[in-house]
């Protein structure tokens, strides 16, 4: 066997990122059915190995993963973005900032917080009407965004608010999409890209530090009860993540710079990829009317029509079925990075130091060696009788091991009792005659607006 594991020659300086950038959803599945297992190529500068066989993925992700890091490139081109949040720090920051977080996490808590993203569903369906038009991406994301910011940070943003964030989401999406020449821009230079960037980090982060303000001047100067465990205050809901860093933050445990990374990365990541699943799983169910009718029956049967609740949650299978089935085909998050901190053995190659590690959901969720007919929409291929020959990493939406997503419970709670509030009042149909497109940066989103008309249910 080579030393190096089979791959495309791209160009000097480029590699393969010109491919990559054009089309990075075909390129990694052509370059995995034509090289196997373990593909090498250049992106730019990065000396990179994807890695398709769940087994190594797991070897990466859990069963060696102290051998790895978040890749360096990554520091360097998020790095202004997200800081030292959860999703980026590494070692012992990361551990304590985990820990620290973790409260606000717990599925006790997260219990609690049922009524309010059925409630914030319902104001939003408020608006709608039958025959309407909606971008429905944009409509989920103001939805997923309100909800967080409520979760998270006990508060409530109002339209004006909410318009910010949304309007500052392009920008800053546009710098991480996959461009070759990005690669030799500085971030110092004052091209158009880099100001509009700049300008909307400033925008958010002012947006983050109006909120602390706000909590500070009305409740958390007089230790609210927010920021005192429940058992203490007879309160039985417990302290959110803005109580929890604060209250780190006034004991010296905190920065400015710490507090700003995790509010920035809870902002950002704690709502866009719950907004992109909803977004891809309404599409789907526009596609297939046979899966949309088994959704309202079970909807019918259980809810009856009343709003769903957390204990309704575990006997909605064929919902939670839906929302399984729509990011094994879109994946949100649809590549991950690593970096292997000394050399290692994966799939039968040495990998140095150093390198990328390119772990692809896109490619591994629809390979026809782990899913039977990958390509289609079929919620029921997550039934537990056939759910149990595939291998464990087939699929993993949420990463894995020590650092998979903390938001994860949340995330999955809150499609759910979306999608179950929204379903039951209607049905939502794909506007345009051809599929849409899709677009690569921190995460896949639609390259077209995701119209869809709003049939009221009978």
């Not at 000396?47 to 070897?59: K, R």
């Not at 590494?90 to 609690?112: C, H, M, N, Y």
């Not at 710098?175 to 110092?188: A, G, H, S, Y």
């Not at 649809?334 to 150093?354: I, Q, T």
Request: aromatic share 10%; hydrophobic share 35%; glycine share 8%.
């Amino acid at each position: 066997m080579s030393a190096t594991p089979p791959g495309p020659k791209g160009l000097p300086l480029f590699g393969a990122s010109r491919q990559y950038a054009r089309d990075p959803f075909t390129f990694l599945t052509a370059v995995a059915d034509a090289y196997g297992d373990v593909v090498h190529f250049d992106l730019g500068p990065l000396d990179t190995y994807m890695l398709t066989n769940p087994a190594d993925v797991e070897t990466v992700l859990v069963s060696e993963a102290s051998k790895f890091r978040k890749p360096q490139f990554q520091d360097r081109a998020i790095g202004d973005l997200l800081g030292d949040g959860l999703l980026m720090s590494e070692g012992a920051t990361w551990k304590k900032q985990r820990q620290l977080a973790q409260p606000a996490f717990d599925v006790r808590r997260i219990s609690t917080m049922a009524g309010m993203m059925t409630d914030r569903t319902e104001s939003m369906l408020s608006s709608w009407g039958d025959g309407d038009v909606v971008d429905v991406q944009l409509e989920m994301a103001r939805l997923t965004v309100e909800i967080i910011v409520d979760a998270m940070f006990g508060t409530d943003l109002d339209d004006e608010r909410i318009r910010r964030v949304q309007e500052n989401l392009e920008p800053l999406g546009a710098r991480f999409e996959p461009d070759p020449f990005r690669f030799l821009t500085p971030d110092w230079a004052p091209t158009r890209e880099n100001r509009q960037y700049k300008e909307a980090l400033s925008e958010l982060e002012s947006l983050v530090w109006d909120i602390v303000e706000e909590r500070r001047g009305t409740e958390y100067g007089e230790t609210p009860a927010s920021s005192v465990p429940a058992e203490a205050t007879g309160n039985d809901r417990p302290m959110d993540l803005l109580s929890i860093l604060l209250r780190a933050y006034d004991e010296g445990e905190q920065t400015e710079k710490s507090l700003r990374d995790e509010l920035m990365t809870m902002l950002l990541a704690g709502h866009d990829t719950t907004a992109l699943t909803l977004t891809y799983a309404w599409y789907l169910l526009s596609q297939h009317p046979e899966a949309e009718a088994k959704l309202h029956r079970e909807l019918d049967e259980v809810l009856g029509g009343r709003t769903p609740t957390f204990e309704d949650v575990r006997e909605l299978e064929y919902t939670e079925r839906v929302l399984n089935e729509a990011m094994r085909l879109y994946p949100p998050v649809y590549v991950m990075f690593r970096e292997p901190k000394v050399d290692v053995r994966l799939g039968g190659y040495r990998v140095p130091a150093g390198s990328a590690i390119m772990l692809p959901q896109w490619v591994v969720h629809r390979s026809e060696r782990w899913w039977d007919d990958p390509l289609s929409f079929d919620p029921d291929r997550w039934a537990p009788e056939r759910a149990g020959d595939r291998p464990r990493f087939a699929y993993f939406p949420f990463g894995g091991g020590p650092r998979h997503c903390i938001g994860k419970h949340l995330s999955l709670l809150e499609g759910r009792l979306i999608l179950g509030t929204v379903a039951q009042q209607y049905e939502l149909d794909y506007v345009r005659d051809e599929p849409f497109s899709l677009r690569g940066s921190l995460t896949m989103h639609p390259e077209e607006p995701m119209g869809m008309r709003l049939r009221a249910r009978d």
